[in-house]
């Protein structure tokens, strides 16, 4: 079957495909919000009827956020375009998405929403320059409003441990697992290795397939923070687990590598194999959708249009092509 035949099921008065120019002229004209709100109110049905009831863990769907660059010139193409500046004075101007995906304990992913770091055009110079950081809070705030009551487990990379944000994600209802690179929340960490003595009983050692795991957590671990707002210091209840991994490679070599994250939700020894090895660590799950996206037929990195609106209609596009295809 052609890509015809198939428009034609779905739209029969359709005798020919449009040219690529006559739909970037419609996409610069129809928002690119409700090109994606189809993509949106696709997921909200499949959720309600309880299609992913399987991807489920601990009662929870994990949301894996993350963010990567889709273009980039040397010329400033759109207004909205991020401006990074290098060492050598050259500017670069970039379109960078954050991505939200609904990933599962089987490896398989499907996107949800989007949010394009983007400058606004009439905003006073010193306040227009937008970041990842800003666009979380925006896609995490629009999440909340379309899925209000869905039990969901946020999981993040090392870019975004920080008590606003931890205090944010709490205050939405939301679990979360985020992962912790060495230099992240330096005192935090050596505190918890400082409490890790004084907690014998809370260390397991679990086989999984050729790799032995060595964990370790500490539970209601209280990290000071001052708020940004009013300046006044905060305190919230988090949780730390750490996780060495030993095994073997096909030269009979020792391989190790170390792994931790900061939840929301205690560890046990009950509890601590499941929210590390099929919760957090499917947070590269989008990784992995993302470069699918951009290496595999999807042509994510190209622009299509350098009408703002336009490339973001195309993006949507795109992702939603993606999800019929996983589904």
């Known amino acids: 079957m052609t890509v015809h035949t198939n428009l034609q099921a779905a739209f029969p008065q359709l005798a020919t495909i449009p040219h690529m120019d006559t739909v970037a002229r419609v996409l610069e004209a129809v928002p690119a919000d409700e090109l994606e709100a189809t993509l949106l109110d696709?997921?909200?049905?499949?959720?309600?009827?309880?299609?992913?009831?399987?991807?489920?863990?601990?009662?929870?769907?994990l949301i894996a956020i993350d963010g990567t660059l889709k273009w980039t010139a040397n010329y400033r193409w759109a207004e909205e375009a991020l401006e990074k500046h290098h060492g050598t004075g050259n500017g670069a101007y970039q379109a960078y998405?954050?991505?939200?995906?609904?990933?599962?304990?089987?490896?398989?992913?499907?996107?949800?929403?989007?949010?394009?770091?983007?400058?606004?055009v009439d905003?006073?110079?010193?306040?227009?320059?937008?970041?990842?950081?800003?666009?979380?809070?925006?896609?995490?705030?629009?999440?909340?409003?379309?899925?209000?009551?869905?039990?969901?487990?946020?999981?993040?990379?090392?870019?975004?441990?920080?008590?606003?944000?931890?205090?944010?994600?709490?205050?939405?209802?939301?679990?979360f697992l985020i992962g912790l690179k060495?230099?992240?929340?330096?005192?935090?960490?050596?505190?918890?290795?400082?409490?890790?003595?004084l907690a014998p009983h809370q260390r397991l050692t679990y086989q999984w397939g050729d790799r032995t795991q060595h964990f370790w957590w500490v539970n209601n671990?209280?990290?000071?923070?001052?708020?940004?707002?009013?300046?006044?210091?905060r305190r919230t209840v988090v949780h730390y687990v750490s996780c060495t991994e030993t095994w073997t490679d096909a030269n009979g070599d020792r391989q190790v590598s170390?792994?931790?994250?900061?939840s929301a939700r205690p560890f046990?020894?009950?509890?601590?194999?499941?929210?590390?090895?099929?919760?957090?660590?499917?947070?590269?799950?989008?990784?992995?959708h993302i470069l699918q996206e951009k290496h595999y037929g999807y042509h994510y990195?190209?622009?299509?249009?350098?009408?703002?609106?336009?490339?973001?209609?195309?993006?949507?596009?795109?992702?939603?092509?993606?999800?019929?295809?996983t589904l």
């Open 42 to 61: 696709t997921m909200q049905r499949l959720l309600r009827n309880r299609k992913f009831v399987n991807w489920m863990v601990q009662r929870h769907y």
């Open 97 to 120: 998405v954050l991505e939200a995906v609904l990933v599962g304990p089987q490896g398989i992913a499907v996107p949800i929403l989007a949010e394009f770091c983007e400058n606004a």
């Open 123 to 175: 905003a006073p110079e010193e306040s227009k320059q937008d970041s990842e950081l800003k666009a979380f809070y925006r896609l995490a705030r629009r999440l909340k409003a379309a899925f209000p009551r869905l039990p969901i487990t946020i999981l993040l990379d090392g870019l975004y441990p920080n008590g606003p944000l931890f205090r944010f994600l709490l205050d939405q209802r939301w679990d």
């Open 182 to 197: 060495e230099g992240n929340l330096r005192a935090f960490q050596a505190m918890a290795r400082n409490l890790r003595a």
């Open 221 to 233: 671990l209280e990290y000071t923070w001052r708020d940004p707002e009013t300046g006044r210091i």
């Open 258 to 262: 170390k792994w931790a994250w900061v």
């Open 268 to 288: 046990s020894k009950k509890t601590v194999v499941t929210r590390c090895n099929r919760m957090a660590r499917h947070r590269w799950d989008i990784e992995e």
């Open 301 to 325: 990195t190209h622009l299509y249009s350098r009408h703002w609106n336009a490339m973001k209609g195309f993006h949507t596009l795109m992702r939603l092509a993606h999800m019929l295809n």
